[in-house]
């Protein structure tokens, strides 16, 4: 990764570096330094903060809803943090070319918005867990797997 590379830094890598009981925490953790580390800059978007407090506002096998408080602090620590794509008109442009040219539906649109987002920021990597679900999208972004060892 070259110094200013722009990296999207999708919500399930976000979850588990920021949740100690979330399966590959460290290795969340450890890619997400690694890159600030190397001088990549790190960006989320607005729809990422919202899939954040949807995922940490309700209960789940791993750990119980975060009190409010907790989660506005959370938010307020990784609007300092990371760079923020805010959602604007260029990237309903981009969604809608895409939706011309690949083809995906339903709760794929998600997946699509955070590409189209990507393009309306020139963001060029996008870190995820989520490979298969983003590999349609490869001709326009670079994926970065996490590396996860056993």
Do not use: C
């Not at 011309?100 to 990597?125: R, S, Y």
């Amino acid at each position: 990764m070259k110094a200013g590379e722009r990296v999207f830094i999708d919500t399930n890598i976000l979850l588990r570096a920021n949740i100690p009981t979330a399966p590959f925490h460290q290795a969340a953790r450890k890619t997400i330094e690694n890159l600030w580390d190397e001088g990549a800059e790190l960006w989320i978007s607005r729809q990422v903060l919202r899939e954040y407090i949807v995922n940490v506002s309700r209960e789940q096998g791993l750990f119980q809803p975060m009190p409010p408080a907790t989660i506005e602090a959370r938010i307020n620590y990784f609007q300092t943090v990371f760079h923020i794509a805010d959602d604007n008109q260029e990237i309903t442009k981009h969604l809608l070319k895409l939706l011309q040219e690949i083809k995906f539906g339903g709760k794929q649109v998600h997946d699509a918005n955070i590409v189209a987002t990507m393009l309306a920021h020139n963001i060029t990597h996008l870190l995820t867990l989520n490979i298969d679900d983003f590999n349609r999208f490869s001709a326009y972004i670079t994926l970065l797997p996490m590396e996860i060892k056993p």
